[in-house]
Nanobody, 116 residues
Framework: QVQLVESGGGLVQPGESLRLSCAPS????????MGWHRQAPGNQRELVAQ???????IYADSVKGRFTISRDNAKNTVYLQMNSLKPDDTAVYYC??????????WGQGTQVTVSS
């Protein structure tokens, strides 16, 4: 079964940057929407950012101006550049891809920890 595979998480200090990447593990139908969600301990999973194939983007208010989402349509790959990281950004970050017919694919998650 094809999955999405995230990479790029880690431990950083406040104010530093990380870049997350997400790509499918095998051949997959074109993903109409790709996005990043996150879940901190004790919290519900929330949308961080998403981007359509045509480039329409949505960001959560908490990350606007600090995070940038981008994608490579040919590779069904999505990226999340995270700058000026804060302790509140600490969470497991999940990649999601949705086909035009509404089928969802999820990654296993990558841990991002922001701490001094």
């Amino acid at each position: 079964q094809v999955q999405l595979v995230e990479s790029g998480g880690g431990l950083v200090q406040p104010g530093e940057s990380l870049r997350l990447s997400c790509a499918p593990s095998g051949s997959i139908f074109s993903l109409y929407v790709m996005g990043w969600h996150r879940q901190a301990p004790g919290n519900q999973r929330e949308l961080v950012a998403q981007i359509t194939r045509s480039g329409n983007i949505i960001y959560a208010d908490s990350v606007k101006g600090r995070f940038t989402i981008s994608r490579d349509n040919a590779k069904n790959t999505v990226y999340l550049q995270m700058n000026s990281l804060k302790p509140d950004d600490t969470a497991v970050y999940y990649c999601r891809g949705t086909t035009i017919s509404g089928n969802d694919y999820w990654g296993q998650g990558t841990q991002v920890t922001v701490s001094s």
